[in-house]
């Protein structure tokens, strides 16, 4: 079974929202809110799709399946924007990132 409450429940901490507010902004009820949390109710698509928006997230993201379901819409727009770039650009960045990423991990062995 899909456990789309924890997912609700984790989001809606990082955003700081009450489940009132979360219910407020997915235009239902504070208690159909807390059923699905609790995992008692499963969300219509129309519901989890006003709930992905409140959060910024995708469906896939809310029910923990898909290829990009652990990335935010942010990264995936930029993952998308990067695609459109012509070779010398992408790997220009692709340079960058790599140092970037190396100099982190470099940080954290030595942490």
Known sequence: MLNIGE???LLRKQLNLSQSEL???AE???TIIGNYERNTNT???EVLLKIAKVFNVSVDFLIGEGKL???DKDLVKRIEDIEKMDMATK???FFLIDNVIQNYKTKQAFS
Do not use: D, G
């Open 7 to 9: 997912q609700i429940i």
């Open 23 to 25: 219910a407020e902004k």
């Open 28 to 30: 239902v009820s504070r």
């Open 43 to 45: 969300p219509s698509i």
């Open 69 to 71: 379901s652990t990335f």
């Open 91 to 93: 790997q220009h960045l």
